[in-house]
T-cell receptor, first 113, second 109 residues
Framework: DSGVTQTPKHLITATGQRVTLRCSPRSGDLSVYWYQQSLDQGLQFLIQYYNGEERAKGNILERFSAQQFPDLHSELNLSSLELGDSALYFC????????????FGPGTRLTVT | KNEVEQSPQNLTAQEGEFITINCSYSVGISALHWLQQHPGGGIVSLFMLSSGKKKHGRLIATINIQEKHSSLHITASHPRDSAVYICAVRSQSGNQFYFGTGTSLTVIP
């Protein structure tokens, strides 16, 4: 158990809908990272937050947004969902930003039908 | 063109064998990570390296910054080592992560 929690574990929704994925980092970790893992594209970095501020942005679509709240939990919002958004979404946390070890949550499996 | 290339893509080994997985990258990096993903999907970070060599139990990771290459070694492999091993790098600016496509390892008893 990494200490990082993600909810929900599974989510099935229809195209065009909007969903919110939630992540709680390990106690004491200030950085949260979001990743997408799909069958055809592998793991991709979406976005990083550090202590409430956006720190790095990867291949995140404009339909997706994220935020980190004062209690350090983070939410990833996915809107206007398409079939291709079906994937595993992982959250990871680290104690700080920069070159630090990351601890991964169990992931949320999103299926868009 | 992939910024991170891993080899081999698939690897089958007998229990007890010494295993090496290779990772080459083409960008400047601030850190390199080795990740393990089991069939259930969960990801565990095995190592984070910026230079030299690290060892945890039967696992050893090395990195050569000049050659832009890293290796993950498993000594005395065991069936529980069966998993996908993924190499990931963080760019020098720290603003991007790049992932290899993974090496699927199966260790046969």
């Amino acid at each position: 158990d990494s200490g990082v929690t993600q909810t929900p574990k599974h989510l099935i929704t229809a195209t065009g809908q909007r969903v919110t994925l939630r992540c709680s980092p390990r106690s004491g970790d200030l950085s949260v990272y979001w990743y997408q893992q799909s069958l055809d594209q592998g793991l991709q970095f979406l976005i990083q937050y550090y202590n409430g501020e956006e720190r790095a942005k990867g291949n995140i679509l404009e339909r997706f947004s994220a935020q980190q709240f004062p209690d350090l939990h983070s939410e990833l919002n996915l809107s206007s969902l398409e079939l291709g958004d079906s994937a595993l979404y992982f959250c990871a946390s680290s104690v700080a930003t920069g070159g630090r070890e990351q601890y991964f949550g169990p992931g949320t499996r999103l299926t868009v039908t | 063109k992939n910024e991170v290339e891993q080899s081999p893509q698939n690897l089958t080994a007998q229990e007890g064998e010494f295993i090496t997985i290779n990772c080459s990258y083409s960008v400047g990096i601030s850190a390199l990570h080795w990740l393990q993903q089991h069939p259930g999907g969960g990801i565990v970070s095995l190592f984070m390296l910026s230079s030299g060599k690290k060892k945890h139990g039967r696992l050893i990771a090395t990195i050569n910054i000049q050659e832009k290459h890293s290796s993950l070694h498993i000594t005395a492999s065991h069936p529980r080592d069966s998993a996908v091993y993924i190499c990931a790098v963080r760019s020098q600016s720290g603003n991007q992560f790049y992932f290899g496509t993974g090496t699927s390892l199966t260790v046969i008893p």
